[in-house]
């Protein structure tokens, strides 16, 4: 049981409410560092636990069970966080909403079906999907971490002198510019990440319900 891919999917399993954590024991930045942190490292367990039971010929029933639940409850915690950082903002809300939803729904659906369950297997669209929420996430995470950085660099600073800061007009001492554009590239790149992976999950989990349909019926 206490295999090496095993622990590594119990510490992704406990590492996804500590992300919400960070939120309420720290100050930002340093709570958006640690959640980018947390969540970049228990996503790279995800690959690292599967390839090692593969490899080492350790898969298991437990790592079966518990290596689902460990992606969802890190995904859905972490939207949770999202959408509460960014103020429930629509464009975060429903995608997260969507992606929610369908976890919710085919985690149903696979307690209903039972061992049927087991014969439905893991799409490459659906494992594309998991990769394009976890990049959108831990650059969403990102998004505030440019922000405070932005906002103390140009504390006391008029206007115009931002502005010109900004349109290169002026010399940047602090880098500004730079965190800026960080910024707004980790913002709208995270975004677009988000709804592809929002329609990836809505796709999947139609061709899941689709699959599982013949057996609903029985």
């Given at each position: 049981?206490?295999?090496?891919?095993?622990?590594?999917?119990?510490?992704?399993?406990?590492?996804?409410?500590?992300?919400?954590?960070?939120?309420?024991?720290?100050?930002?930045?340093?709570?958006?560092?640690?959640?980018?942190?947390?969540?970049?490292?228990?996503?790279?367990?995800?690959?690292?636990?599967?390839?090692?039971?593969?490899?080492?010929?350790?898969?298991?029933?437990?790592g079966a069970m518990l290596d689902p639940i460990a992606d969802?409850?890190?995904?859905?915690?972490?939207?949770?966080?999202?959408?509460?950082?960014?103020?429930?903002?629509?464009?975060?809300?429903?995608?997260?909403?969507?992606?929610?939803?369908?976890?919710?729904?085919?985690?149903?659906?696979?307690?209903?079906?039972?061992?049927?369950?087991?014969?439905?297997?893991?799409?490459?669209?659906?494992?594309?999907?998991?990769?394009?929420?976890?990049?959108?996430?831990?650059?969403?995470?990102?998004?505030?971490?440019?922000?405070?950085?932005?906002?103390?660099?140009?504390?006391?600073?008029?206007?115009?002198?931002?502005?010109?800061?900004?349109?290169?007009?002026?010399?940047?001492?602090?880098?500004?510019?730079?965190?800026?554009?960080?910024?707004?590239?980790?913002?709208?790149?995270?975004?677009?990440?988000?709804?592809?992976a929002a329609a990836l999950t809505i796709i999947t989990g139609?061709?899941?319900?689709?699959?599982?349909?013949?057996?609903?019926?029985?």
């Amino acid at each position: 049981m206490w295999s090496l891919p095993n622990i590594l999917t119990v510490i992704r399993l406990v590492a996804a409410p500590m992300v919400a954590v960070m939120f309420l024991y720290f100050t930002r930045p340093y709570a958006d560092w640690a959640a980018l942190v947390l969540f970049v490292g228990a996503a790279l367990t995800d690959w690292v636990d599967g390839y090692l039971a593969r490899a080492w010929k350790q898969e298991s029933k437990i790592g079966a069970m518990l290596d689902p639940i460990a992606d969802k409850a890190m995904v859905v915690i972490a939207l949770l966080v999202l959408a509460s950082v960014f103020g429930l903002d629509a464009v975060i809300l429903l995608p997260a909403a969507l992606i929610v939803f369908r976890e919710v729904f085919v985690s149903g659906l696979r307690e209903f079906l039972g061992d049927v369950a087991g014969t439905l297997k893991v799409t490459k669209l659906a494992k594309w999907k998991t990769t394009v929420q976890m990049l959108a996430i831990a650059l969403l995470f990102a998004v505030g971490i440019f922000e405070h950085y932005l906002v103390m660099g140009t504390a006391g600073m008029d206007g115009e002198i931002v502005s010109g800061i900004l349109d290169a007009t002026l010399e940047d001492p602090s880098h500004l510019r730079l965190i800026y554009h960080g910024m707004y590239v980790t913002w709208y790149s995270g975004l677009a990440l988000l709804w592809i992976a929002a329609a990836l999950t809505i796709i999947t989990g139609a061709d899941y319900f689709r699959k599982a349909l013949p057996h609903l019926r029985d």
